[in-house]
């Protein structure tokens, strides 16, 4: 009968028999398998050396065209246009702006940051209207104007209001809201203006208050 100590002596034998056994059929295994993989590998080298110049004139013609939003490709928007005519009685104007945008849903209508038209007059004057904004109708030539309108004549006038509404193809414009202005004939008020004749004649409106300078023209 065998003791304690040699039943232990013979676990350890059969343990280790059995380790080396595993072993070697895990390092035989490895060794089929590297067989196979090592000459697939190899080759796929090779046939990739060999199609590497027809694979890299293939990159080079293709071009990664970015998602483009229809919405905005058809927003278009312009830095600092010009747009120069004469209207039905043959006097020139000047339409400029830091930047127009064309409405997406209506082609015709144009906004415009920091609008300014320039208008020559029957007798040969110069006004200029400008806005902060504005929007502008190319067909039937209608600007309108708001926030900070001015109005400035060549004979030293100028009128602020907020808002005013411009027939360029006519030579006419009008506001609605609150004018006030000043130049060599003194200071006025009013509820609203009317101009004719780019610029010649202005007609305020509304509750009107003039103060006249003295020895000042009177205004034409």
Same mark, same amino acid.
């Given at each position: 009968m065998k003791g304690p100590f040699q039943s232990a002596v013979a676990l350890r034998s059969t343990l280790r028999r059995r380790l080396r056994l595993d072993d070697g059929r895990g390092h035989s295994r490895f060794v089929q398998r590297t067989k196979w993989t090592l000459p697939a590998v190899a080759a796929a080298l090779l046939v990739l050396v060999a199609i590497w110049p027809q694979l890299q004139a293939a990159f080079e013609h293709i071009r990664f065209v970015p998602r483009i939003d229809l919405s905005e490709a058809r927003?278009?928007?312009? $830095?600092?246009?010009?747009?120069?005519? =004469?209207?039905?009685?043959?006097?020139?104007? $000047?339409?400029?702006? &830091?930047?127009?945008?064309?409405?997406?849903?209506?082609? &015709?209508? =144009?906004s415009l940051d920091g609008p300014?038209?320039?208008?020559?007059?029957?007798?040969?004057?110069? $006004?200029?209207?400008?806005?902060?904004?504005?929007?502008?109708?190319?067909?039937?030539?209608?600007?309108?104007?708001?926030? !900070? $309108?001015?109005?400035?004549? &060549?004979?030293?006038?100028?009128?602020?209001?907020?808002?005013? @509404? =411009?027939? =360029?193809? !006519?030579?006419?414009?009008?506001? @609605? &809201?609150?004018?006030?202005? @000043?130049?060599?004939?003194? @200071?006025?008020?009013a509820e609203g203006f009317t101009l004719y004749n780019h610029g010649d004649v202005i007609i305020f409106t509304g509750k009107t208050n003039l103060v006249l300078l003295p020895r000042a023209k009177a205004i034409e």
């Open positions: 927003r278009l928007r312009m $830095v600092q246009p010009r747009y120069s005519g =004469i209207d039905r009685e043959n006097r020139p104007f $000047v339409l400029t702006a &830091d930047a127009a945008t064309q409405t997406p849903r209506a082609s &015709d209508i =144009i300014k038209a320039d208008l020559t007059t029957n007798s040969g004057n110069w $006004v200029q209207l400008s806005g902060d904004a504005g929007t502008y109708q190319s067909e039937p030539q209608l600007l309108d104007l708001y926030g !900070n $309108v001015e109005l400035y004549q &060549d004979r030293g006038n100028e009128f602020h209001t907020d808002s005013a @509404h =411009i027939d =360029i193809l !006519n030579g006419t414009a009008e506001g @609605h &809201d609150t004018i006030d202005g @000043h130049g060599p004939f003194g @200071h006025i008020t």
